[in-house]
Nanobody
Framework: QVQLVESGGGLVQAGGSLRLSCATS????????MGWFRQAPGKEREFVAA????????YYADSVKGRFTISRGNAKNTVYLQMIDLQPEATAVYYC??????????????????????WGQGTQVTVSS
């Protein structure tokens, strides 16, 4: 049984920064590509960022490129999402996800929510203007 637990969300003013963490357990973390998604009120869940097994390849939604950075600490079984220059439109619940079967080596694949098998409970990020 895989468990994903996000943390690091909170309330921040526009222009501020947050670092989200997603701790995993139950599987050998290094074997799996990981992703971050978010869901704002009244909107569908959308892709934010993804990272391959060894962290060599990363993918980002156009809306976050240059401001968000995904990384992984395989020794700590944790994936991170560093977010800078946050704006109110970033307000959402952020979810991490684990891909049990894929290689994660294409944007088209890694940006789809149905490519992922396990999800965390989410962490709220609120950006005030």
């Amino acid at each position: 049984q895989v468990q994903l637990v996000e943390s690091g969300g909170g309330l921040v003013q526009a222009g501020g920064s947050l670092r989200l963490s997603c701790a995993t357990s139950g599987r050998t973390f290094i074997n799996y590509p990981m992703g971050w998604f978010r869901q704002a009120p009244g909107k569908e869940r959308e892709f934010v960022a993804a990272i391959t097994r060894n962290g060599g390849i990363t993918y980002y939604a156009d809306s976050v490129k240059g401001r968000f950075t995904i990384s992984r600490g395989n020794a700590k079984n944790t994936v991170y999402l560093q977010m800078i220059d946050l704006q109110p439109e970033a307000t959402a619940v952020y979810y991490c996800a684990l891909d049990q079967e894929g290689t994660g080596e294409s944007f088209a694949y890694s940006s789809r929510s149905d490519s992922y098998d396990d999800w965390g409970q989410g962490t709220q990020v609120t950006v005030s203007s």
